[in-house]
């Protein structure tokens, strides 16, 4: 192939993560995006909730059991000339860590909201997270088939909630029973609403321009009257669309919909697809590399155990920053300063895995992984050697003391544990100067020490004894010349090292943190952990 198709095949990737509150309709959207693609066939997605929620990411039984998504998953496929990659995150706040990486391999956002519920927690927090990568964030108001919030109280509500500036590229006509459809305000054509039935009946919208007087009949002269006014008020209050300003992160296009009866979302898809980003330069610590300037690279955003229970399997997806992937090739791990091939290069596709002869930056990959891997590692070709900014680790704020109940098992105790820990579920720490006898997991959010003990359970056959602990805070030490045993910390507080051997410390209360700052001048503390 040559280097101008590879520019191509780079060019047309959209490469993006949906982020929600659980149950504003996430699921739903991506699965009527995958029809779009054909990726899926309609019976495919009006299954139940229960099942449609499974179809897509469910790899693990703890999932089935409380019904949430705990993994992240990737799909892909193929729409109007793009090859689209969506990552799915998980809903449920604890694995909100999960979600943070997996923004971190995406180019852009889309911010599922419920028309009924504005910016809820999740959202706020998932967000954040956005802001600080600087990525553009895309706003889909779902569920408008449902009595909604006053339209202007919602982006009022974004504005306000997540300090980014919304420009409204279509505007709803009622809501609920009342809900006509669309109003575009570039083409000046309202796309009417019908009912297709839960998107199982192909829709029968119209596209009607707002001078017509068949609009006026078909949304009813209540409904007309108000979108005239809303759109001269609109027109002189919001801000004006600016790509730049987009794809700076500063200003969220808004689109309104209701992925359930799968209106607004070809719409939304157009417009979002032409808006976003294809895969743009990433920095590394030898400077910016270019997506198709360079040879393949790629770093390691998440490592899953167990995609198939059959093959105790972990696999480690990488987004692929630079270049073309082919299968078999040499490449070179740099962390691990290993050169090696690939193994079992896989892409999903909706329901099934499918092993890759090619993959172009934008896209994402697993790999199997015999347990070489850690999240921010970086592959790229042999005779480079440069390493993509590492994936910050997030401050634990539950702590637990872990023991396995058979001391016979303990080798598959410490396996398990920290093969659990690479993957970054957990983060697992000694006491100082102690070895392995005593492991403290900490984790963001508390289900994740439900997962661990069931994992254990499951997967290496160990009972555990858990033991919660009182921290709360944690501080990685950025001293390299450190000597922890002449720091005078406070009586709450535990020196600990994680399993590199680099120092922390841990703490029950806030104020204690400050305080054994200023008992030991010079002392440099850092609220993320760098991989
Ligand atoms: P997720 O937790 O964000 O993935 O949300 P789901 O996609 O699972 O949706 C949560 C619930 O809202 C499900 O019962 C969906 O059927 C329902 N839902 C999703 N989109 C819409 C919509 O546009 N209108 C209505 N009325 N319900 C919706």
Redesign the pocket.
Known sequence: MTVSNIADEIKKRRTFAII?H???????LTEKFLLYGGAINLAGSVKG?ATA?HAVSDWMEIEKERGISVTSSVLQFNYGGYCINILDTP?HQDFSEDTYRTLMAADSAVM?IDASKGVEAQTRKLFKVCVMRHIPIFTFI??M??DANDTFELLDDIEKELGIATCPINWPIGSGKNFKGVYERGSKKVTTFSDTQKGTKEGESREIPIDSPELEEFVGADNMGQLLEEIELLDGASAEFDQELVSAGKLSPVFFG????NFGVEIFLKHFLQMTTPPLPRKADIGVIDPIKEDFSAFVFKIQANMNKAHRDRIAFMRICSGKFDAGMEVYHVQGNKKQRLLQPQQMMAQERHVVDEAYAGDIIGVFDPGIYSIGDTICMPGKKFAYEGIPTFAPEHFARVRQVDTMKRKQFVKGITQIAQEGAIQIFQEYNTGMEEIIVGVVGVLQFEVLKYRLENEYNVDIHMENLPYEYIRWIENEDIDMNKLTGTSDMKKIQDLKGRPLLIWVNSWSIRMTEERNPGLVLAEFGRS
């Not at 209701?258 to 009866?261: G, I, M």
Request: no cysteine; charged share 35%.
């Open positions: 929600s659980p149950d504003a309709g996430k699921t739903t909730k929620r809903g599922v779902n569920k088939d449902r209701s992925a359930l009866t």
